[in-house]
């Protein structure tokens, strides 16, 4: 093996080599053939897909004598130079280190002399979002005016910081990740010209890793081969870099679709006792999950992962309803925001795992489990169901609580559907709830699960599910959550005006 790292050695020596951005390639290559060179072009896209390195190949082959088509030789007098950073007609700067305007003041001050041994003078200036102001300014009188001489490339991954009116005086070209198809492709190619073993379900994981980054796949396999002794697993790649495998993603997922509470909170502290980092698990999940909704909807996306693994992603998102899919990553996307603050860094993962187990409990079997429920839902079709609580509620609120009750047990569902209007991500703690009897104007809410309850106790959440419950049912209630464990089955008589009061002053009663 040559002893240049693996993204050095592997560059592009000219557009035939380069994978991808087909776009670009076309338009540069047509240029050059034409010999119609611009005098300044703006390449921007993420990191390591191949901006400075077609920046150069461009470079290069608008200066080669040999070129065949537009392919420069990369022999010649000219290339060899431009090829070992040698040639006074190719200058490099970055922007990130030479922000000032002095900088540039330099290189106009280059300018001004003609060619050396090339026909163009080539000015490759990388992430120039990072030039001060004075030192745009500068740059823009050059680029109004520039010598005949004269090509610039600028190079950024952040369009947004380039001033509008340096973007208008170039040639734009936006450069896209690489696919995790053909990154793998190009890190397999590597690797056994490499002579190393490797699987594809470990070149999948560093592809994953790279992130539609051509330099930081190779720089990733570079890590791995200098680690590795033997065959290089998708195990092992996990392993050194505290990656997440696709399959250990895929797991979690069915353990969440299946509703195990207990095996996924079990499953996120194996990962946290096994070293793993939570926050990149997170994410990954995250991805994964953005990748089963795509699937979910039909969107035609090349993952670049094996048929197995894809096969996998569409079936769960088959098992899925769209509106718990949404629901989940909703609950996972909070889990990452809170994640990083957190004194125990498992709890939000662990709090989201319980949170989605529970997405598709039978609500009408906890139901009937209380004797407090009178379930009269066969006596009120689903269709009038809802006019005729509007119609009975005045005659059972204040004479009744059981009556009141059975106007609640049977507009739940209606209630739950409502709320969605509201804020949809209250429905997924109360689909836990049982109405468990009303006492005055409180309806006592029982929930297994404390995480829950003290959702519904959030005094602006406890507004909207009193305010749905009066405009479905005509019930002007107060929601008070309970835990399961603390409801005997029955509900204890309070004075209203005493209660009112201990609110306020934050007393109790003494016994």
Request: aromatic fraction near 6%.
């Amino acid at each position: 093996m040559s002893n240049l790292v693996l993204y050095r050695k592997y560059r592009p020596l000219n557009f035939a080599q380069v994978v991808n951005q087909e776009h670009i390639k076309t338009t540069l290559s047509n240029a050059v053939a034409n010999n119609r060179v611009g005098h300044a072009y703006l390449f921007t896209g993420p990191r390591g897909v191949g901006k400075t390195t077609l920046a150069r190949i461009f470079a290069r082959a608008i200066n080669c004598k040999n070129r065949k088509a537009s392919e420069p030789c990369n022999e010649c007098a000219t290339c060899k130079p431009f090829l070992d950073g040698t040639s006074l007609d190719l200058l490099e700067i970055d922007a990130a280190s030479h922000t000032g305007v002095e900088n540039v003041r330099e290189l106009i001050d280059h300018l001004q002399f003609s060619p050396t041994a090339a026909t163009f003078k080539v000015i490759i200036i990388d992430e120039v979002h990072m030039l001060s102001k004075a030192a745009f300014n500068a740059l823009l009188k050059t680029l109004e005016e520039p010598p005949a001489h004269a090509v610039f490339i600028l190079a950024t991954t952040e369009i947004n910081k380039v001033p509008v009116t340096i973007i208008s005086r170039t040639q734009r070209f936006d450069f896209k990740k690489v696919s995790i198809a053909d990154l793998a492709k190009l890190l397999k190619f590597v690797a056994h010209d490499n002579k190393i073993e490797i699987t594809d379900g470990a070149l999948m994981e560093i592809a994953a890793a790279a992130d539609g980054s051509f330099r930081d796949g190779l720089s990733l396999l570079d890590q791995v081969i200098n680690y590795s002794d033997g065959k290089v697993t998708e195990e092992f790649v996990e392993q050194v870099f505290g990656l997440t495998g696709v399959v250990t993603l895929s797991q979690f997922l069915d353990l969440i679709i299946q509703n195990k509470t207990q095996e996924a909170v079990e499953f996120i502290s194996k990962l946290s006792f096994g070293g793993r980092d939570l926050y990149q698990f997170e994410k990954d999940f995250l991805e994964y999950l953005r990748k089963v909704l795509l699937r979910k909807i039909g969107v035609a996306a090349e993952f670049g992962f094996t048929k197995d693994v894809e096969g996998n992603i569409k079936q769960q998102a088959d098992s899925l309803t769209q509106v718990r899919l949404l629901e989940i990553i909703r609950i996972f996307q909070k889990a990452e925001t809170e994640i990083k603050w957190a004194t125990i860094q498992s709890l939000p993962l662990e709090l989201a795992a319980v949170e989605a187990t529970q997405e598709e409990e039978d609500l009408t079997t906890t139901a009937s489990s209380s004797n407090e429920v009178v379930t009269t839902k066969q006596s009120i079709p689903t269709t009038d169901r809802h006019a005729t609580a509007k119609l009975d509620a005045d005659q059972t609120v204040a004479r009744d609580g059981s009556s009141g009750l059975s106007v609640i047990t049977n507009a739940w569902p209606q209630i739950l559907e409502k709320i969605k209007d509201y804020n949809h991500s209250l429905v997924s703690s109360l689909k836990l709830a049982q109405p468990g009897g009303i006492t005055g104007k409180e309806l006592v809410l029982i929930f297994p699960y404390k995480f829950h309850a003290d959702v519904i106790e959030a005094r602006k959440n406890r507004i909207i599910v009193d305010q749905v419950i009066e405009e479905v049912t005509g019930l002007k209630l107060m929601v008070k959550p309970i835990l399961q464990k603390d409801f005997n089955g029955t509900i204890e008589k309070k004075d209203e005006l005493v209660e009112s009061a201990l609110k306020i002053l934050g007393g109790e009663v003494e016994q």
